[in-house]
């Protein structure tokens, strides 16, 4: 099970945003991040608790490790708004988080 | 640059079959897992579960007894039947390749499948 929070949050431009994620149980560095935005599939934006994706842009960023884990924009760009999920991929089922909802104040 | 796309029909009945297919271009089914995901309305994400390029079949225990997933090599694509559908089971389904192991994964970009 993923514990993803906040659930929802409110920033703005420029502002560092941070997501965290506990799992129930280790999935030592098994942990994607994505980013989805309204009607489109989710992209991955860090694999492997914080490599980033090719072509991802360097505010992003992740780290931890076992059943912590933090997701972090450095300077939150009003293109970043969307709804952002963890998933593990050490155990079956794989599991997402609940989402975390980023708009702009 | 390999893509998937989702097919079917977008409505199906209480209590009849969901069926979809996911067919590959740009790649070979071989050498990799392909796996099936929903997103109900306004909710998160749900794995359904994965079929290996071998055949082999892994469910979610949430939905195994309704889930049978399927693959042909011969024209690329694998599918998916969900039977004994009802309105939970409206969402927008994905299928994705890889996701259960290290490596980008690549996603389809959905379908909605309405119950009713």
């Known amino acids: 099970q993923l514990t993803q929070s906040p659930s929802s949050l409110s920033a703005s431009v420029g502002d560092r945003v941070t997501i965290t994620c506990q799992t129930s149980?280790?999935?030592?560095?098994?942990l994607n991040w994505y980013q989805q935005k309204p009607g489109k599939a989710p992209k991955l934006l860090i694999s492997?608790?914080?490599n980033l994706e090719p072509g991802v842009p360097s505010r992003f960023g992740g780290s931890g490790s076992r059943t912590d884990f933090t997701f972090t924009i450095s300077s939150l760009q009003p293109e970043d708004i969307a709804t952002y999920y963890c998933?593990?991929?050490?155990?079956?089922?794989?599991?997402f988080g609940q989402g975390t909802q980023l708009d702009l104040k | 640059q390999v893509e998937l796309q989702e097919s079917g029909p977008g409505r199906v009945r209480p209590s009849e079959t969901l069926s979809l297919t996911c067919s590959v271009s740009g790649g070979s089914i071989s050498g990799f897992y392909w796996n099936w995901l929903r997103q109900s309305p306004g909710k998160g994400l749900e794995w359904i579960g994965y079929?290996?390029?071998?055949?082999?079949?892994t469910y979610n225990p949430s939905l195994k007894s309704r889930v049978t997933m399927s693959r042909d090599m011969s024209t690329n694509q694998f599918s998916l039947q969900l039977k004994s559908v009802t309105a939970a089971d409206t969402a927008v389904y994905y299928c994705a390749r890889g996701l259960v192991e290290t490596g980008s994964p690549i996603w389809g970009q959905g379908t909605l499948v309405t119950v009713s």
């Open positions: 998933q593990q991929y050490d155990n079956l089922p794989l599991t």
């Open positions: 492997d608790a914080s």
């Open positions: 149980q280790s999935v030592d560095n098994y």
């Open positions: 079929i290996y390029y071998t055949g082999s079949t």
